[in-house]
């Protein structure tokens, strides 16, 4: 019964590659994120989606482009992988309507740059 | 715009010793303030909340009150464990939109 899922947990591959990470909700939330933690744990937003449309768009490269197909999926894809992608990535879902805006996130995947 | 200030760690600490991890925060409007928890490997978890000036939240020992006069959200606790070691972040969320914005983090490290 989990909450936000992410795929892959681990993901390694070469520069230049285009890679996808997938992210699930079964909570029934409006709301979707995608975060970027870097090797000192900084967060840093990159995309809020509500309700299948994008609401915040940080300034991230056009190389990221996330996708939702329904409220409860908000995949992410990268073209033209860098080394500086190398980072933590966390799904994130809410529902605003509760009143306090609390997120609740994934389990992050992992993806190392080579 | 809204942001939040949280003490630089890491913090190391002796189990059963005291524990305050300071958090300010700067925002237009009023805010709901929250400290999530990251263990090693794992995703961000809710840990307290507090919605309105004066507001304590609490849960597993730990406790944080909602100081809109010294805009604070400090997060304590009086004992800890060595379970408790892990990376805490505080944050704050508009009541008005879907942004949350997050402090730096603070590493902290219970030895026995």
């Known amino acids: 019964d989990t909450a936000v899922s992410q795929t892959p947990k681990y993901l390694v591959t070469q520069m230049g590659n285009d890679k996808s990470i997938k992210c699930e909700q079964n909570l029934g939330h409006d709301t979707m994120y995608w975060y970027k933690q870097d090797s000192k744990k900084f967060l840093k937003i990159m995309f809020s989606y509500n309700n299948k449309e994008l609401i915040i768009n940080e300034t991230v490269p056009n190389r990221f482009s996330p996708k939702s197909p329904d409220k409860a999926h908000l995949n992410l894809h990268i073209n033209s992988l860098e080394l500086g992608d190398s980072a933590v990535y966390f799904c994130?879902?809410?529902?605003?309507?509760?009143?306090?805006?609390?997120?609740?996130f994934g389990p992050g995947t992992r993806l190392t740059v080579t | 715009g809204d942001s939040v200030t949280q003490m630089e760690g890491p913090v190391t600490l002796s189990e059963e010793a005291f524990l305050t991890i300071n958090c300010t925060y700067t925002?237009?409007?009023?805010?709901?303030l929250f400290w999530y928890v990251q263990y090693p490997g794992e995703g961000l978890q809710l840990l307290l909340k507090a919605t309105k000036a004066d507001d304590k939240g609490s849960n597993k020992g730990f406790e944080a009150t909602y100081r809109k006069e010294t805009t604070s959200f400090h997060l304590e606790k009086g004992s800890v464990q060595v379970s408790d070691s892990a990376v805490y972040f505080c944050?704050?969320?508009?009541?008005?939109?879907?942004?949350?914005?997050f402090g730096a983090g603070t590493r902290l490290t219970v030895k026995p």
């Open positions: 925002a237009t409007g009023y805010p709901s």
């Open positions: 994130a879902s809410s529902h605003p309507g509760q009143g306090a805006h609390e997120q609740y």
């Open positions: 944050a704050l969320s508009d009541r008005n939109n879907n942004d949350m914005r």
